[in-house]
């Protein structure tokens, strides 16, 4: 039986027994009319539209050709598998996915390290940092494409002035280099992201524990690798996972900077399942595409939680 | 309360102090320049792309793309739209989470953890359905039912993080507030409410600035300028024609501007709420 626990008031305790089993009863009517709106909401518009999607999935459905939906099972799926946009878009996801992962992470750490010292004015620091991950991917996108323009850009210009020549076709019509082009940008954009989980870790730490393996004569480095690295082993998990999610969920950046050109070289899997949706309107391909990258995602996970040992400490 | 007892002057500190300075730099920088190309002239701009100067400078730029791009009508549709998510979001973000705060019932860890996973969906694959939603619901290309899908999405975030500012504020002053006589809607509405607002605000910024700066639902649920919000229109504007530099950048900097404003009004909190939030992971 639930019980409405610390909500119980030192009064009530010394209340008669029925009164405390209506007050109980009360208190949990209470938090479920709260809750109630809000599961309503939700699962009109994700239960239902997942359901829906994976019934997409399993039909054709393309609007150009007519309203009705036509089961057709699996085929979707049978097409898909032997799709080569799709193998080439998986494969850009995958090198999305990993290389912004191990990018972002690395940074993300170091500027969380950085920024965990305490001062006076650190706050400053911590929201100027931040502020990347909060700006519209519009303009992060178009103000980097500018920056990064073949001509008349000024971050190929300054390059070019220590030595690093990004070449007469730039970044972006470049199909060797279009996705890193993308993947430097969502660093820029991303990172923060791990710097905040991370620093939220380490602010978690007693300042203590530094204190007495300093005087067990451990150094810097020494601390951070035997004892912060596995205290922040839960917070990495969680941001590495979220992260990981949402690099190879969103298309938002590559739709923006490059629609997947030049050719098909920067096109991932989400971008391909929306312009199938939204300038084909083949709606039934679309979700085949969208459910099997769910697959992959759960798939990831669970082989992730293994590998990292998740759960098994507790 | 320093980490290390050692010097503010020390050698680690001077790197410490640059490697600050520098991350400064880089998160800044950017936007400093895309400010700067966007009141230049044209001219300039072509001819020295990396010049510094200061002569010359205006708002042509700006007024050009108000001119020809409706921009007054979208930011207006982004408004409406990122307040309308606000409102929703945190009206129901505040209930749910104070009661998944506050009371034990079978099946909340459930409807924590329902919350995270539906984070997990791809976005794409809940469009196309919710597209179709949409218009079954005579919702397409309006701004209200641009707003209910961004709070779908919104809500979860703005759950954990109320339930977070709550799960922070100590039980006991409602049960005094009970032994006096109050309801516990009124214990909520009149002791832990008002003391949760800085809390709110920041739930609130982060969900509005979400709203704002989303383009692909955008793209699919709105067709025409009625309900299309200023991102997308920005998108389709430089898609279109090929925008001078000058008048890019102004059109960045015409998108930026509301968040900088929100993010210098809520930031700090907002961070140190986001940071709260980690930690109970």
Redesign the interface.
């Known amino acids: 039986m639930a019980k409405v626990g610390r909500k119980v008031g030192y009064s009530e305790r010394r209340a008669n027994p029925l009164a405390r089993y209506l007050n109980i009863l009360e208190g949990k009517a209470f938090a479920w009319i709260l809750l109630i709106p809000s599961l309503l909401l939700v699962s009109l518009f994700i239960i239902y539209p997942l359901y829906r999607g994976i019934s997409l999935s399993l039909s054709e459905l393309e609007l150009l050709k007519g309203p009705d939906a036509k089961f057709i099972g699996i085929d979707n799926f049978r097409t898909l598998l032997h799709d080569p946009a799709v193998a080439n878009a998986a494969k850009n996801t995958l090198k999305y996915t990993v290389v912004g992962l191990i990018s972002q992470m690395a940074l993300g750490m170091a500027a969380a390290l950085l920024l965990s010292r305490e001062s006076k004015f650190i706050w400053a620091a911590r929201i100027a940092v931040m502020l990347p991950w909060f700006m519209p991917p519009v303009v992060t996108a178009y103000m980097w494409r500018f920056m990064l323009d073949a001509q008349y850009g000024i971050v190929t210009i300054l390059v070019s002035h220590i030595g690093i020549d990004i070449g007469g076709q730039g970044i972006w019509a470049n199909p060797d280099k279009a996705l890193y082009g993308v993947l430097f940008v969502e660093l820029w954009r991303s990172y923060p992201f791990f710097t905040l989980f991370i620093l939220a870790g380490i602010q978690g730490i007693p300042a203590e524990l530094r204190e007495s393996t300093a005087i067990d004569g451990a150094s810097s480095f020494q601390h951070f690798r035997y004892v912060m690295l596995p205290l922040l082993k839960p917070v990495l998990f969680v941001s590495t996972i979220l992260e990981a999610i949402k690099l190879i969920n969103s298309p938002t950046l590559v739709l923006l900077m490059t629609e997947g050109g030049p050719g098909d070289s920067t096109m991932v899997v989400p971008l391909l399942a929306f312009k199938k949706a939204y300038q084909a309107y083949d709606f039934g391909y679309a979700s085949a595409i969208s459910v099997a990258v769910l697959i992959a995602i759960s798939g990831f996970a669970m082989v992730y939680i293994r590998s990292v040992g998740f759960g098994k400490e507790k | ?5 050692k010097s503010k002057y020390a050698p ?1 500190a001077i790197a ?1 102090n640059v ?2 300075g520098l ?2 730099a ?3 920088l ?2 400093i ?2 400010a700067y ?1 966007s009141v230049r002239p044209e001219i300039e ?2 001819k020295h ?2 010049g510094f100067m200061f002569g010359n400078l205006g708002f042509d730029a700006y007024r050009e793309v108000w001119k020809y791009s409706d921009f007054p009508h979208l930011l207006g549709n982004s408004v409406v739209v990122s307040f309308m998510t606000m409102i929703m979001s945190l009206t ?2 505040t ?2 989470g ?3 705060s ?5 099946g909340k860890q459930g ?1 924590l953890l329902f ?1 995270m996973l ?16 949409m218009q079954k619901l005579n919702l397409l290309d309006t701004r209200f039912g641009l707003a ?2 961004y ?2 999405f919104t ?2 975030a703005a ?1 954990w993080l109320m339930k977070g500012f709550f799960d922070a504020l100590p ?1 006991d002053l ?2 005094a507030a ?2 006096d006589g109050c309801s ?2 009124g214990a909520m509405w009149r002791i832990v409410l008002p003391l949760v607002r800085p809390g709110m605000a920041a739930t609130g910024t982060l969900v509005a ?1 979400e709203a ?2 989303d ?2 639902f955008a ?2 649920i709105t067709s025409s300028n009625r309900a299309r919000t200023w ?1 997308v229109g ?2 389709l504007l ?1 898609g279109e024609f090929q925008l001078p ?1 000058a008048q ?2 102004a ?3 015409m ?2 501007i509301p ?1 900088l404003i929100g ?1 210098g009004f809520a ?2 909190k907002m ?1 140190a709420g ?6 109970k ?1």
Do not use: D, H
């Not at chain 2, 506050?102 to 079978?106: E, P, V």
């Not at chain 2, 976005?123 to 179709?132: E, N, R, S, W």
């Not at chain 2, 986001?274 to 930690?279: N, Q």
């Open positions: 309360m320093a980490v290390s007892g680690s410490i490697g600050v991350l400064i880089f998160a800044t950017p936007l320049w895309t190309t701009i072509v792309p990396a129901l973000g209930f749910a104070y009661a998944l506050r009371a034990t019932f079978g409807i919350y539906v984070r997990v969906i791809p976005g794409v694959l809940l469009l196309i359905p919710i597209y179709i939603l209910l899908a709070t779908t809500l979860p759950i039980v409602e049960n009970r032994i516990r809607m600035i704002w700066n383009v692909l793209l699919m991102p920005m998108k430089i530099w890019l950048t059109t960045a900097m998108s930026v968040v993010f930031g700090r961070v986001l940071t709260a939030g980690g930690v992971e």
